[in-house]
């Protein structure tokens, strides 16, 4: 991704974030609910007991809120190029135990290692490069101990929008297949989006 499109993505959440400060609106999600599903459809499928978790692209570190209502004694490590959003986050969940948040450029940031990895509407910017989506999901993935879990808009349903694309999500499954031999497509909690779950073996 470029030097122009990481701006217009910042520019695009930071005109958000004077509409609607401190809300799921700064993020781009449509409504509360919509991010719910979201975080439940990565989650479901794991026991995060005790283990370490890695957000990217964290936001406001609302999956770190939704996590310890259904877990506890993780770690949890919230990463994004937004420092708005990092502020944000702190303040809301900065000084519970084990939590720490970061900004950095999530393409050239070294990822820490963590048992899960979960990234919720990172990928669905737009981007010149026809390579980037599958790069960052083996960047994310180099990174998961036990399994990652990303999310996707799905072209079949999502509108053309200028900042914004979805996938052909046969073609992102076939690529995760690559490269784990345990992948599932989670489907149906959204009408225009999908998640994917790459297992370790």
Known sequence: M????????????????QENPGTVFALGYRSGESQTKRFEALTS??????????????GHGD???FLDARFHGFGYVGIDMMAEFVLQA???????PSCYFCVADL?????????????SGILGYRSADPAHHFSMIEKMYGAAGKALAFNMLDRDVFPDHPLLIGHDMTKVKKFCEGISGNVSLVRGYLEDDFTMVLCRD
């Open 2 to 17: 470029n030097i122009t499109e990481k701006a217009t993505i910042l520019h695009y959440h930071r005109s958000r974030m």
């Open 45 to 58: 499928s794991f026991d995060i007991n005790g283990c370490a978790v890695l957000d990217i692209g964290c």
């Open 63 to 65: 999956l770190k809120g």
């Open 90 to 96: 702190r303040a809301l969940h900065g000084n519970r």
């Open 107 to 119: 393409e050239t940031a070294q990822l820490p290692k963590a048992d899960y990895v979960f990234a």
